[in-house]
């Protein structure tokens, strides 16, 4: 299974975007990447997944590399109740079996100061 | 119901009891997760279920840990004899279908369990 290598903590100006870079060196052709935060005393939250496309929703961008290795997420515009620890997962499915599982790494302890 | 609900949110059990611990999925949610999440840690996998079936259970911990979802809905993870090295927060997360890679897993808050 693929891992995933993120900084242990970044911080962020209010206002500011928010750049969180994941390396994910031995992800393989069919793996997706997915991107979950946590805030204190909650379960991980779902915000945007790609393949190979970058993506945009109405929380956040994700820019995969071309050579799939690496990708970040943005956060356009971040405010204080961004502060969470955002984790990057690849994504294994196994279609046979039709059963799936995230594998969570430390993740990324952002903190947006005003 | 509109998330996926978990209970007790916090249980704090002597060392040696029997715990349970509660997950209601969305309704109509095929694949149900069970994790673990150590303080300070990432969650890790523990078991998963497609409906009544728990196709994968690789990540429990030890034969005292057991979980099932007899109807194919609620859930339920249950320890045995718990021991100190069993504290940590216990989620459960949900998902519509289990074929296509691209469905997102819905969490819940998470059970708090605290072995004294």
């Known amino acids: 299974d693929a891992k995933t290598t993120q900084p242990p903590s970044m911080d962020c100006a209010e206002g500011r975007a928010a750049n969180l870079p994941c390396n994910h060196s031995?992800?393989?052709?069919?793996?997706?990447v997915y991107w979950y935060r946590q805030i204190h005393s909650q379960g991980p939250q779902y915000i945007i997944h790609?393949?190979?496309n970058n993506e945009t929703n109405e929380m956040a961008s994700l820019i995969i590399t071309e050579d799939r290795k690496s990708s970040t997420l943005i956060l356009p515009h971040a405010t204080l109740r961004d502060t969470a620890v955002y984790y990057c997962i690849v994504r294994v499915a196994f279609f046979r079996y039709n059963f799936n599982k995230f594998y969570f790494g430390s993740g990324t302890k952002l903190n947006v100061k005003p | 119901g509109a998330g996926v609900s978990q209970s007790p949110r916090y249980k704090v059990a002597k060392r040696g009891q029997d715990v349970a611990l509660r997950c209601d999925p969305i309704?109509?949610?095929?694949?149900l997760f069970w994790y673990q999440q150590a303080l300070g840690q990432g969650p890790e996998f523990l078991t998963y279920?497609?409906?009544?079936?728990?196709?994968?259970k690789s990540g429990l911990p030890s034969d005292r840990f057991f979980a099932e979802r007899p109807e194919g809905s609620v859930s339920t993870l249950k320890i045995q004899r718990t021991q100190q090295e069993d504290s940590a927060v216990y989620l459960c997360?949900?998902?519509?279908?289990?074929?296509?890679?691209?469905?997102?897993?819905?969490f819940g808050q998470g059970t708090r369990l605290t072995v004294v």
């Open positions: 309704s109509g949610h095929v694949s």
């Open positions: 997360a949900s998902s519509l279908a289990f074929r296509s890679p691209i469905t997102e897993a819905f």
């Open positions: 279920f497609q409906n009544e079936a728990q196709l994968d």
């Open positions: 790609g393949l190979k």
């Open positions: 031995t992800i393989s052709g069919n793996e997706y």
